[in-house]
């Protein structure tokens, strides 16, 4: 079961505590210099809203002056590029079964999904998912961002090959050749777009994801 995190609005449309990534969202989306975060217990929360953003970045401290795990970290000063698409992968088992979507980061409307995949793990999912939104944008002569939030995918598309220790085998093969046609397509094609890790301690879960945590 996915673990309850509550979000700090200092300054969007409506400043306050939130419970959820969507009523925060509400509050941020489109408001400029929005300042936001998300926390892991109410009690942080409540203190991190009374203490004000400037408090909280400047002091690098948590709730309250003491050191904390989460309230540590500076509230992020990247905003999220709306304009992009973010992608994700859901999973039955790891390895198992896999598919993976892209959609409007946005609107949440899904632009493209594939699977079930018979057989596969996270991260290859992950790595699919975007270099399918990096060759459906270079198809649109786009240069939008492109957003996931698995570290290994992004360090394999960097690198232009994978580093995954999932067996070859009948059951493995038909995620293998399509990794392997991801493969060829980043050693063959040039993209200006950017692949960017979500910030999902400050934004909350990515537009794409599948909630199945």
């Not at 004000?52 to 002056?65: D, F, N």
């Not at 596969?120 to 790595?127: A, P, Q, Y």
Request: charged share 30%.
């Amino acid at each position: 079961m996915a673990k309850s995190k509550y979000y700090v609005v200092w300054e969007g449309k409506v400043p306050g505590v939130y419970t959820s990534w969507p009523d925060c969202q509400r509050q941020v989306d489109n408001y400029k210099d929005a300042k936001y975060k998300s926390f892991e217990s109410r009690e942080e929360a409540e203190a991190a809203f009374r203490k004000g953003w400037k408090g909280i970045w400047g002091a690098g401290s948590g709730a309250g002056g003491g050191k904390t795990k989460a309230s540590a970290a500076a509230v992020s000063k990247t905003e999220i590029d709306y304009d992009s698409i973010s992608v994700d992968v859901g999973t039955m088992g790891n390895p198992g079964p896999i598919e993976y979507k892209g959609v409007d980061t946005r609107t949440g409307e899904v632009i493209f999904a594939k699977g079930p995949i018979s057989k596969g793990t996270n991260n290859l999912g992950e790595f699919l998912a975007i270099v399918h939104a990096l060759a459906y944008l270079k198809q649109q002569n786009s240069t939008k961002t492109v957003y996931s939030d698995s570290v290994n995918a992004l360090k394999w598309v960097k690198a232009k090959a994978v580093s995954s220790t999932l067996v070859r085998d009948a059951s493995t093969r038909e995620v293998w050749e399509l990794v392997e046609r991801a493969e060829r397509w980043l050693q063959t094609n040039r993209y200006e777009n950017k692949v960017l890790k979500w910030d999902t301690k400050s934004w909350g879960e990515i537009k794409a994801d599948y909630g199945r945590k």
